[in-house]
């Protein structure tokens, strides 16, 4: 609500541009630009240089740079709440590694991935996916994500193509990776740079906070159902490095 007659843009200097002055080169759209007449965020020009705010209809940024890193489809690291360092993470075979984290944006995403560092042995293989958790206990429950089995005696990035599958915003999923045979050396992400829900053990509460789980399973295609019992809880430590990538 406005006392008074609403402002205008020409009522203060800083904002008296008009749609032509911002490079507009399609037709006028009343509360969005267009360009060429297209009905979506249009570009404006800096400098007579179009700077895109738009790429496949998401909002970008209007910094230089900007249309190639959009365009990009740039991999979101999950878990990760500060741009830390890239750390290191060894899996212990024959055992389920999890951990959880949440998107605060309901986000599609298709592709899964992880860098493996320092390949395993002969042999050495891994999988990665992600559950859903019980809206009470919030421990994980059924398979949502599963990003098939990685060869990882090879130091390269481990991209799976999934179909486009939804993310609910607000929501807690878990990420779980078990390997077999040689483990390899993975991306990690510091103790430090991640958010950790899981709290600590009475007695141990000046201390480090639990980082992820850990439950024995033996190597093999993930199950659908998260195994029951639950794991063992490791306190401080480095979680696995998994990425995916928003359509």
Known sequence: MFNGAAPRFGDNPRLNFTLESLGVTGAAAV?????????????????????????????????????????????????????????????TIGNLEYFPFLLHHTTSIDRIAFVVSVGGGAGSV???????????????????????????????????VIAPTTLTGGVLYWIALNSGVSAPTVGGISPSDIWSPLGAAAGLLSGNPCTRLRLASAYGALPVNFPAGGGSRLLGTTVPSVWVRPV
């Open 31 to 91: 509360g969005s630009l267009a360009v060429a007449g297209a009905a979506t965020v249009g570009s404006l020009s800096v400098g007579g240089v179009p700077v895109n705010l738009a790429q496949g209809g998401v909002a970008g940024w209007p910094f230089p740079g900007a249309v190639a890193f959009m365009a990009a489809k740039p991999f979101l690291n999950l878990g990760r709440i500060v741009g830390g360092a890239v750390n290191s993470f060894v899996p």
């Open 126 to 160: 891994a999988r990665v996916g992600i559950y859903n958790s019980d809206p009470v206990t919030f421990g994980p429950t059924s398979l949502v994500i599963d990003g098939g089995e990685f060869d990882t005696t090879l130091v390269q990035e481990n991209i799976t």
